[in-house]
């Protein structure tokens, strides 16, 4: 996968977050996302930096960008590419091992545990698996009647 289409299937995937969680049908019901703001430019104030997006996926004008995000949002719907994908979502980074492993060196001694790991169409850096799965237990294991405090 080129530096192009994985930025594509990003902007995808980052875009159908709102799908995901059942707040809306379609990206461009959602008015705080880069689809609509690419279907919509506002005036003042944008985030997305078109001109870079129109020269890094070689587009001649807008036009073909909105078309072209227009497909990949619609092709991932009815594909049903919208699931959720941990490598997506639990994840520091993903992309080509070198991005991984300039990350990574990036991140000094806080990237030492980071684990480079490979799913099916990239590369990933993650936490260390106890991260997600630390326990608490003992005293403070839960909240039991003695710790509530009624308010009022």
């Given amino acids: 996968m080129d530096i192009v289409e994985h930025l594509a299937r990003c902007m995808v995937y ?39 997006l129109l020269d890094l996926f070689g587009f001649r004008d807008l036009g073909q960008l909105q078309q072209a995000c227009r497909e990949w949002i619609d092709g991932a719907l009815v594909s049903k590419q919208q699931a959720r994908d941990s490598a997506w979502t639990e994840s520091l980074a993903l992309g080509r091992p070198e991005f991984i492993e300039a990350f990574k060196q990036g991140l000094d001694i806080r990237g030492a545990y980071r684990e ?31 710790n509530t405090v009624l308010l009022g």
């Fill in 116 to 146: 480079l790991a490979e799913t099916e169409n990239a590369h990933v850096l993650r936490e260390p698996p106890l991260t997600y799965r630390t326990h608490f237990v003992g005293e403070m294991g839960s909240l039991r009647g003695n």
């Fill in 14 to 52: 980052i875009d159908l977050n709102m799908v995901r969680a059942g707040v809306v049908k379609h990206p461009a019901e959602w008015p705080m996302c880069g689809y609509h703001e690419i279907q919509n430019p506002p005036a003042r104030y944008a985030v997305i930096d078109q001109t870079a």
